[in-house]
DNA sequence: CATAGCTCCTGACCGC
DNA sequence: TGCGGTCAGGAGCTAT
């Protein structure tokens, strides 16, 4: 579910809120992806700085001015994982928590709370963005697709440097962050490129009708509020309305809304790809 | 080294 | 209605 755009949103709809709250409690659930890396207790009153996002990774500040402390910077890197969600509620309306509720901060500006039914979600300390985890978790990262610096010709040239489908060289988020499984089919879908493509056979024009045509569905889906395929929510709870957009995600057997041809669904790299052999080519 | 496959976990859905 | 099988949006880890 969470792709960038709807990390994004996320971040948009609780980041205002929570600068300059102090930390209060913690209340750990289930375990999620990694464990949290520091005593839950060495975190309350602590204050929460800006959130920021790196690829759908956000770092949660939380800064102590306290000279005693061993790591005054630090902070949370948070991620969704596939089916998490972020809740961020004022005063004192929050719900008990669920059962797949696994993480709460309680703050004195309100209570955020990952919501994670399968768990793949993680929420973990580091004493700084540039420190381990933190540091280790971002070094692989590609490029942030709205980044000036993603120019066409890096593109290209990091595309041709490889020989997978250019759908898995999306989804593995090396080259350029933010597309999951949905926005790579649409992007391959607005650019009209076959998804089963070799990188390094992508000729230059089309690897920067690529790179526009992703930019372009971020954009939309960031502007929709995000997808809510599932059970996507913004930290106020809303849904996002992108889905209802999509050309081919989830339309195998449907009608193509471009050519006279059908959606296809192939696997590639054990997920699932959908495309229109029609007007998607080679 | 680049690349392919496996894996974590729960829930929804489909066919019988 | 119940049951078993299949699939799901991420991404780090391991083997080749």
Same mark, same amino acid.
Not at 18 to 44: D, F, K, N, Q, Y
Not at 184 to 199: G, H, M, N, Q, V
Not at 245 to 269: M, N, P, W
């Given at each position: 579910?969470p ?5 994004e949103?996320?971040r948009r709809?609780f980041a ?10 913690? @209340?750990?659930?289930a375990p999620?992806?990694?464990?949290l ?6 975190l309350?009153?602590?204050?929460a ?15 102590d ?5 061993q ?31 696994h ?15 399968r @768990? ?38 990091a ?17 350029v ?5 949905i ?17 390094d056979r992508l ?15 971020l ?7 995000g997808?809510?395929l @599932?059970d ?25 809304t ?12 054990? @997920?699932?790809t959908?495309f ?7």
């Amino acid at each position: 579910m969470p792709e960038l755009p709807e990390v994004e949103v996320t971040r948009r709809s609780f980041a205002d809120r929570i600068v300059g709250a102090r930390v209060v409690s913690l @209340r750990l659930g289930a375990p999620l992806r990694w464990p949290l890396g520091c005593a839950p207790e060495s975190l309350v009153g602590r204050c929460a700085g800006l959130v920021t996002r790196r690829g759908k990774y956000l770092w949660l500040p939380l800064s102590d001015a306290s000279a005693s402390s061993q790591h005054p910077g630090g902070g949370l890197l948070l991620h969704l994982g596939m089916s998490g969600s972020l809740a961020f509620t004022q005063g004192d309306t929050a719900p008990p928590a669920g059962r797949h509720d696994h993480f709460d901060l309680q703050t004195t500006q309100g209570l955020l709370r990952l919501t994670d039914p399968r @768990r793949f979600g993680a929420v973990v300390w580091s004493p700084g963005l540039d420190a381990a985890p933190a540091s280790t978790l971002l070094a692989r990262l590609g490029a942030e697709p709205f980044d000036a610096a993603l120019t066409p010709a890096h593109f290209h040239a990091a595309l041709r440097a490889r020989r997978t489908a250019v759908k898995t060289a999306l989804l593995a988020g090396d080259i350029v962050v933010g597309a999951g499984n949905i926005y790579a089919c649409e992007a391959l879908f607005e650019a009209a490129i076959d998804p089963r493509t070799r990188c390094d056979r992508l000729s230059r024009p089309r690897s920067e009708r690529l790179l526009a045509a992703l930019r372009a569905t971020l954009s939309r889906a960031l502007e929709a509020g995000g997808s809510t395929l @599932r059970d996507f929510r913004d930290a106020h709870g809303a849904a996002g309305a992108y889905q209802s957009v999509a050309r081919v995600y989830g339309r195998a057997g449907l009608a193509c809304t471009r050519c006279t041809g059908t959606v296809r669904r192939i696997v590639q790299g054990q @997920r699932s790809t959908f495309f229109c052999p029609g007007c998607q080519k080679r």
